[in-house]
């Protein structure tokens, strides 16, 4: 564990360190969610709120949404951003043909890899939705009725969404070591706006109710798909795959 640590630690001091990459990261998630908490906001939320009784399902369904999508982009932006380019940087450089000539097992490199890119997307993402729930509540809900906010949506905003990205993270870095890293780039690169356009839909036409149990199964079922197929391709996980790719 302490190599993994030390391994995780070095990868995400890398890729702090462009400033410009950074910069241009922090903007583009702003703008996102700044958009998005606006959007949902005005269409959502301040109408159901100026009727004399609010109604609840409306108003808890826009609230879900703003976190959700929130998390959902801070984590996606920021594996956007490193998954590519620490997987390139890493094999141009014979970083990977380096540490596995250590005593470091291939397992190990991956696991530690995978963390360096998802772990600053999990601190991004949880901070900003932790504001956007703390933003929408104090201007629209606790002078009216409370603070608000379900089991349900803490569940699927800040646990199953993160772990949602864990699984990518093993999943694209693995299709990296083994193969290309444009091949798992690509799967980044579809997988957040595909997915967020997705599921907000199904929030919006009440296919799935976002502040439900369903909402939030549907979400960990997903992490555990993802994180099967990650489980299931480890096999392939060898130094000779890693060294030939």
Same mark, same amino acid.
């Given at each position: ?5 030390? &391994? ?11 400033? %410009? ?22 269409? /959502? %939320? ?6 004399? &009784? ?18 959902? %982009? ?12 620490? /997987?390139?940087?890493? !094999? ?20 530690? !890899? ?20 703390? #933003? ?43 193969? !290309? ?5 690509? &799967? ?10 997705? /599921? ?24 555990? #798909?993802?994180?099967? %197929? #990650? ?15």
């Amino acid at each position: 564990m302490r190599e993994i640590a030390l &391994i995780t630690a070095a990868t995400i001091r890398n890729n702090l360190r462009s400033k %410009i990459t950074v910069a241009l990261l922090m903007a583009v998630v702003l703008i996102c969610v700044a958009g998005l908490v606006i959007a949902f906001s005005l269409l /959502m %939320i301040a109408p159901a709120m100026e009727v004399e &009784i609010p109604d609840r399902p409306t108003v808890e369904t826009g609230l879900s949404l703003i976190v959700y999508t929130t998390c959902l %982009i801070g984590l996606g932006v920021n594996l956007n951003a490193f998954g590519f380019q620490t /997987m390139t940087r890493e !094999k141009t450089r014979g970083n990977i043909e380096a540490l596995l000539a250590t005593p470091l097992k291939a397992s190990q490199i991956w696991v530690a !890899k995978s963390f360096a890119i998802f772990l600053p997307g999990l601190v991004l993402g949880e901070v900003l939705a932790l504001i956007s729930l703390l #933003a929408v509540n104090f201007i629209y809900f606790v002078p009216v009725a409370g603070f608000l906010l379900n089991p349900w949506i803490f569940l699927s905003c800040f646990v199953a969404v993160p772990l949602i990205y864990l699984s990518l993270s093993f999943l694209v870095y693995l299709i990296g070591l083994i193969g !290309k890293p444009a091949t798992g780039n690509v &799967i980044v690169q579809v997988f957040l706006p595909v997915f967020t356009s997705l /599921m907000i839909n199904l929030g919006v036409h009440h296919v799935l109710d976002a502040t439900s149990w369903s909402f939030a199964l549907a979400n960990l079922g997903l992490a555990g #798909a993802i994180g099967t %197929i #990650a489980i299931l391709l480890r096999r392939r996980l060898t130094n000779e795959r890693i060294i030939l790719s």
